[in-house]
């Protein structure tokens, strides 16, 4: 096996192994607005899942090369406020050309033909057609050398149609088809999957049913 110290690596390297290794990685395409109330959007794959109670996400945003904010950062550090989309296979290609180094007087939903529509809780909109969208408010900030994490605190959820069944609390999960992050800019979908039960010796025996993850 390869074995590589880390601490003898520069910001790059560790940048790009990490980067193809931990994957594949849900993408968040987080929503925000300036104090102008210009509407900026912007995928991120340093994202995910923190913790139930308080509900909280994170999105890690880099610092640029000559220490400025990108307007995601920007825009949180102003306002406290965004929308994170899980976007899916219909509209991975417009959420790719989100991240386009665009002006930031320049709206990326208009860019790229998505469809904002008022949130019900903050100001940015949320994206009508992605199947989910997660309003938040900044929980806390963490701050490192390459980068700003934002914890956000879920303060209302939108849904497509159909997707959440609210009396037992379960995801459609064969209708839910997310896009995620394979590297450089590769991605993955969802539509082959598997699920690892159980049987009566307790051994793992593959399972092919999606209803029953």
Known sequence: MAEIDFDELGVYQRYKLMASLIVPRPIALVTTTSEDGIVNAAPFSMFGMIGEDPPLLMISV??????????????LDATGEFVVHIPDLPMAARMHECGQAYPSHVD???????????????????????????????????????????????RHLHAADGLIDTDLWRVALADFHPVGRFGASFYVSTENRFSLASDATGIPVQATDIDRL
């Open 62 to 75: 880099n610092r640029l090369e000559d220490g400025a904010q990108k307007d995601t950062a920007a825009n």
């Open 108 to 154: 990326e939903l208009a860019m790229v033909g998505l469809t904002p529509t008022p949130s019900y809780r903050v100001r940015p909109p949320r994206i009508a057609e992605a199947p989910v969208a997660f309003e938040c408010t900044v929980h806390e900030r963490i701050l490192t050398t390459s980068r700003q994490v934002y914890l956000g605190r879920i």
